[in-house]
């Protein structure tokens, strides 16, 4: 997989110095860079080939179960719910290690089509062609309910259901040429929360509207009920602690929204007491 790799965030020697830092990245939950190939004013890095990605794999079981044409986010989950809490369980790995680095990592493209998996169904989070190593240089104030820093970015003009309401550049509020939004690890939190409820039920949120109405509705506070069998399932006999933690992720104001690391060990117990149930046997 090839992925062109120009922010313009960074100047280009910080540029070439993080395409470095992302290709020395190591865990099992992060797809590997194998190699870097430079350009005149780009930077390609290729990624590792994994089977697939998680779009196509419900795409695929659903077809194979011999499911309606559209699935619906209550139909029956077509993976084991081992299956699915590993996920949802990888997802987390990954996007706390990445937010764990010295400097912040920021993925930025969580989504469906990111989120890979291999050969021993290990979910890895891959595409690091828009991440962005959160510098003190980009700082630009601190939340003063909650203390934590904000970042000014460059936005996205066109973004998916899946980005953070907060990334969005909105026509009227920029006239430079590069538009910039203020955010932080918090619109990972966000994607990947949503990201969770596609592991949940094989639908994306909103699924009967394209997706320039579905971030509509998403950055308007709007929200897919989660309140149905599949995220049951997933919850399993610890609680509702997926829900909670896909709930909160969602949340329209970013500082209420958890960390990456506080999301991923709220999430344990879904795989620890499996294991536990299993050694009893």
């Known amino acids: 997989t090839m992925i062109n790799m120009f922010s313009r965030d960074l100047a280009w020697q910080t540029l070439a110095a993080e395409v470095a830092a992302i290709q020395e990245l190591s865990h099992p939950n ?19 080939h994994p089977t697939t990605n998680i779009f196509q794999c419900y795409g695929a079981a659903h077809r194979a179960t011999g499911g309606a044409t559209v699935r619906n986010p209550n ?18 790995s990954a996007v706390t290690f990445l937010h764990g680095q010295d400097t912040p990592l920021l993925h930025r493209n969580i989504r469906p089509e990111t989120c ?34 904000l970042y000014r970015l460059f936005g996205l003009r066109n973004p998916g259901r899946y980005s ?46 394209n997706s320039a109405t579905a971030r509509f509705a998403l ?21 509702d602690r997926f829900s909670t933690v896909v709930c909160n992720g969602w949340h329209p104001e970013p500082w209420k929204r958890p960390g990456a690391a506080e999301s991923l060990e709220h999430l344990a117990p879904l795989v620890s007491a499996r294991f536990a149930e299993a050694s009893s046997l």
């Open 30 to 48: 992060i797809a590997i860079i194998t190699r870097v190939l430079q350009g005149e004013d780009t930077f390609a890095m290729v990624q590792e």
């Open 219 to 239: 950055q308007n506070g709007s929200r897919p009920i989660a309140t149905n069998p599949n995220f049951a399932r997933v919850d399993g006999d610890v609680g």
């Open 75 to 92: 139909d029956p989950q077509p993976f084991e719910t081992a299956v699915v809490q590993n996920w949802v369980l990888d997802l987390a």
């Open 164 to 209: 953070a309401p907060e990334t969005r550049i909105a026509e009227n509020k920029s006239t430079s040429k590069h538009k910039t939004a203020l955010y932080n690890e918090k619109a990972d939190i966000y994607s990947m929360s949503l990201v969770m409820y596609f592991l949940a039920t094989g639908c994306h949120p909103f699924h009967n509207d």
């Open 116 to 149: 890979v998996v291999d050969a021993n169904n290990t979910l890895k989070l891959g595409e690091l062609g828009d991440s962005v190593f959160l510098y003190e240089e980009f700082e630009a104030g601190v939340n003063e309910e909650y203390g934590e820093k």
